[in-house]
């Protein structure tokens, strides 16, 4: 997928390695890393979605037309499709298998 971020702030904490530990920690930094390569070697929200451990969902209240990713514990990688408009089935749900832009707007614990 394609992936971008909400401002250069977090695209710098997530992609420069020092900044990533500094930031997280080592052991969420691992895991971070390891869900953004996911991401990134993803075609697909869909494919991201038929890995276990990312514990793919769409969130609601709040954090409506965002998504998430499973990090640590209580801990998430949120992100919002970047598709205009969103591509959607007939039963207006998101069709997982177009979706390839996505933004990542949040990392941490909302609940």
């Known amino acids: ?5 909400k401002n250069k702030r977090l695209e710098t904490a997530i992609t420069d ?13 691992k895991k971070i890393k390891q869900r953004y390569q996911e991401m990134l070697a993803s075609a697909t929200l869909q494919d991201l979605g038929k890995i276990p451990a990312t514990d793919l969902h769409q969130l609601t209240g709040d954090r409506t037309g965002q998504w998430a990713v499973k990090v640590t514990g209580n801990e998430r990688l949120c992100f919002i499709i970047t598709h205009d408009p969103v591509p959607s089935l007939p039963d207006n749900s998101v069709d997982r298998s177009q979706v390839t832009d ?3 707007v949040f990392i941490g614990d909302y609940h």
């Open 1 to 5: 997928m394609n992936v971008t971020f």
């Open 102 to 104: 996505v933004c990542i």
């Open 17 to 29: 390695p020092k900044e990533l530990v500094k930031t997280y920690g080592i052991q969420r930094a």
